[in-house]
């Protein structure tokens, strides 16, 4: 590689990772108890387990369970109602100010699905700090499109460090760490973990940068395919008493008899119009259960108006979403993407220090007038 070739790319590879730096530490940081949630809030009692049922035992109506829900929280209105995947007999209500509230004012409770009887909030204590600080900083749709350019600058440090260090590196025996000095053992372990973690730092960045274009995706689908979905409806008031949920999830299950229900959106939601409920239906294996299909039905009937797959790009995102977290290969999975999380801060915060050691022997060349200028290791 030529001599101005090797200075462009050291300039991509250094301002790339400087400017993110601070950003990816806390993304790293953030995300390492995030791949633990589900076990974090159990131990710390925000993850509401339903009593135990008799067998044969009949499961309450959803409109029982919206009932409560309403009762539970006078004033506000339902926005969704979710079925956990992982604990089928948990039914959970989303309850707002308003239909399209802000998701922020949003309190979500857990219901027993045979008694209807409330289990508890769902989605509070520290992890939701740690969720909010990882997706969009408290900054809401500004914050999640700023960490993701920080991701793309991640990933281009990660191209660029490859392109710059593989010739070096491929000198040395896998594993080489010289002890010369303190800063080049730094700067081997920085290549090692940096060698050891590539392929899972590119998978988790790019996953990261697909995650945080979520609100973009969305508003293009309902630009496109469900404002085609709806044209129908165009210039017709939203509906003044909606239609059973029960009627509503029948004639959806009948549309995709094959999939399970996710969730339902009432209508005048960011997931539906202001006339249809959208109840979003998902495979049950482990990949199909990840990608949803939207049945949108008449408010007022609960009627099947349409019903089409999801666009490639919102696919995408919904099977990258568990890939960043190490959803998909249970505990032993995420105990790896936390071995990895942890090195990736190695990785980081060595190439932090070898730059600031860099900074402080160049200054420290210029004062005593010699050249800045070292061969590198």
């Not at 604990?87 to 100010?97: L, M, S």
Request: glycine letters at 8%; hydrophobic letters at 45%.
């Amino acid at each position: 590689m030529k001599a101005r070739t090797v200075r462009i790319w050291s300039v991509v590879h250094t301002w790339s990772s400087l400017i993110s730096t601070l950003f990816l530490l806390l993304l790293c940081i953030t995300g390492l108890p995030l791949i633990f949630h589900h076990e974090i809030d159990e131990l710390l009692g925000y993850d509401p387990k339903p009593e135990i049922a008799q067998p044969g035992a009949v499961k309450r109506s959803i409109d029982e369970i919206a009932g409560t829900a309403l009762a539970n929280d006078p004033g506000r209105v339902l926005q969704y109602i979710l079925w956990d995947k992982d604990e089928p007999n948990n039914v959970i209500a989303f309850t707002n100010n308003k239909v399209d509230g802000d998701p922020d004012a949003a309190t979500l409770r857990a219901y027993d699905a045979h008694s209807a009887k409330p289990l508890g909030s769902v989605g509070g204590g520290p992890m939701l700090i740690f969720l909010k600080l990882h997706v969009d900083m408290f900054a809401g749709q500004p914050g999640k499109l700023f960490l993701g350019a920080m991701g793309f600058l991640f990933l281009v440090a990660i191209i660029s460090g490859v392109v710059l260090y593989w010739p070096f590196t491929r000198r040395l025996n896998f594993g080489t760490l010289r002890d010369k000095s303190r800063r080049i053992a730094w700067f081997d372990w920085h290549n090692l973990l940096g060698a050891v973690t590539i392929a899972w730092a590119l998978v988790v960045g790019a996953t990261g940068v697909i995650n945080t274009l979520a609100e973009v995706m969305l508003s293009q689908w309902k630009a496109t395919e469900l404002a085609d979905m709806v044209k129908p409806y165009a210039g017709k008031p939203p509906p003044v008493h909606l239609a059973s949920l029960d009627r509503t999830l029948e004639n959806a299950r009948k549309t995709a008899p094959d999939m399970n229900v996710s969730f339902v959106a009432f209508p005048g939601t960011p997931f539906t119009s202001s006339h249809h409920f959208a109840v979003f239906m998902r495979g049950d294996t482990p990949l199909t259960s990840r990608l949803l299909k939207p049945v949108l039905l008449d408010g007022e009937t609960g009627e099947v108006s349409d019903a089409r797959d999801l666009p490639v790009y919102l696919k995408a995102l919904l099977v990258s979403q568990p890939l960043h977290f190490g959803d998909y290969g249970g505990m032993p999975l995420k105990i790896i993407w936390a071995l990895l999380d942890i090195m990736t801060i190695v990785v980081i915060g060595s190439g932090l220090y070898l730059w600031i050691v860099k900074r402080r022997k160049h200054r420290s060349h210029a004062i005593a007038g010699q050249p800045a200028f070292q061969p590198s290791e």
